[in-house]
């Protein structure tokens, strides 16, 4: 199955069942996250399947999780991504934090203030669906609720200020995910994950190329922090991103960028990229 959340004219943002291209069931929640923290989350949507329910028209998508109360996103995940940046395959991985003001939805026109290296990063994300703590890669596998589409919009020039990595990640609305979740009973095997600039293949890898796939990283997570349903974990990008071309290449204002993964779907942003802030700031 295929969970959305979506912005509707009458009813703001709701959670909904896609059963077609263009065909929603309404389901009790205002969004995925909400829906996920109903503990017979899966009970639901079926009997929602089952009855039919209401259908919903007159909508686009809006972020998958509005509302999630942690995103974990891990760098250096994908081993020609780890040789483009010059380093060592990671023993450990690499993680850090963006808040849900960072996310936008699959569609929306993407405000980059204050930044003029702008750098793309497609990205498998996984989706948890029940409470972890301290679990073993069996608990967080099953504790997947699904899999989604993201990209880690990067402000490089903000990101290499300092060591630490968080102040060129989690600018406010500018990290995509959609458009919908796939359930993880319907997820057969690894992903192809792309990424296009204006349509033109940047970015080409396979999930099982990832040093840290889905459930290491979980439960690797939830070794220090619990994780809820909700709570959204991006799993790193393949190589082919503008920092690591020569000459480095970054966004530019009107640029499209198009994230897709088979089987789940595909993010299409365009960019404006606002006059930079003065250097002393």
């Given at each position: 199955?295929?969970?959305?959340?979506?912005?509707?004219?009458?009813?703001?943002?709701?959670?909904?069942?896609?059963?077609?291209?263009?065909?929603?069931?309404?389901?009790?929640?205002?969004?995925?996250?909400?829906?996920?923290?109903?503990?017979?989350?899966?009970?639901?949507?079926?009997?929602?399947?089952?009855?039919?329910?209401?259908?919903?028209?007159?909508?686009?998508?809006?972020?998958?999780?509005?509302?999630?109360?942690?995103?974990?996103?891990?760098?250096?995940?994908?081993?020609?991504?780890?040789?483009?940046?010059?380093?060592?395959?990671?023993?450990?991985?690499?993680l850090f934090a963006k808040y849900?003001?960072?996310?936008?939805?699959?569609?929306?026109?993407?405000?980059?203030?204050?930044?003029?290296?702008?750098?793309?990063?497609a990205e498998l994300a996984v989706?948890?669906?029940?409470?972890?703590?301290?679990?073993?890669?069996?608990?967080?596998?099953?504790?997947?609720?699904?899999?989604?589409?993201?990209?880690?919009?990067?402000?490089?020039?903000?990101?290499?200020?300092?060591?630490?990595?968080?102040?060129?990640?989690?600018?406010?609305?500018?990290?995509?995910?959609?458009?919908?979740?796939?359930?993880?009973?319907?997820?057969?095997?690894?992903?192809?994950?792309?990424?296009?600039?204006?349509?033109?293949?940047?970015?080409?890898?396979?999930?099982?190329?990832?040093?840290?796939?889905?459930?290491?990283?979980?439960?690797?997570?939830?070794?220090?922090?619990?994780?809820?349903?909700?709570?959204?974990?991006?799993?790193?990008?393949?190589?082919?991103?503008?920092?690591?071309?020569?000459?480095?290449?970054?966004?530019?204002?009107?640029?499209?960028?198009?994230?897709?993964?088979?089987?789940?779907?595909?993010?299409?942003?365009?960019?404006?990229?606002?006059?930079?802030?003065?250097?002393?700031?």
């Amino acid at each position: 199955m295929k969970l959305a959340t979506l912005r509707t004219a009458e009813k703001g943002t709701t959670a909904a069942l896609v059963t077609g291209s263009d065909s929603y069931l309404a389901l009790p929640a205002s969004d995925v996250g909400a829906l996920l923290a109903q503990p017979q989350w899966r009970t639901i949507v079926e009997k929602v399947a089952t009855a039919g329910g209401n259908a919903i028209s007159g909508v686009a998508f809006a972020p998958l999780l509005p509302r999630a109360g942690k995103v974990i996103c891990c760098g250096l995940n994908y081993g020609d991504h780890i040789q483009e940046m010059g380093r060592d395959l990671p023993e450990f991985p690499t993680l850090f934090a963006k808040y849900a003001d960072t996310l936008t939805g699959p569609a929306d026109t993407i405000h980059v203030h204050g930044s003029v290296k702008v750098d793309w990063e497609a990205e498998l994300a996984v989706v948890v669906g029940s409470e972890l703590f301290r679990a073993d890669e069996d608990e967080a596998r099953n504790a997947i609720a699904g899999y989604t589409v993201a990209n880690d919009v990067s402000m490089r020039d903000w990101q290499n200020r300092t060591l630490q990595w968080f102040q060129g990640k989690a600018f406010d609305r500018t990290t995509p995910v959609g458009p919908v979740m796939l359930t993880a009973d319907e997820a057969d095997g690894d992903f192809e994950v792309r990424g296009y600039v204006n349509g033109e293949l940047v970015q080409h890898g396979n999930t099982s190329t990832l040093v840290f796939g889905p459930a290491k990283l979980l439960s690797y997570i939830s070794q220090f922090t619990i994780l809820r349903p909700g709570d959204l974990v991006l799993t790193g990008t393949p190589g082919g991103v503008g920092m690591g071309m020569t000459p480095p290449r970054f966004l530019n204002d009107g640029d499209v960028l198009t994230t897709e993964i088979d089987g789940i779907g595909r993010l299409e942003n365009h960019f404006r990229i606002h006059a930079p802030v003065p250097a002393n700031v």
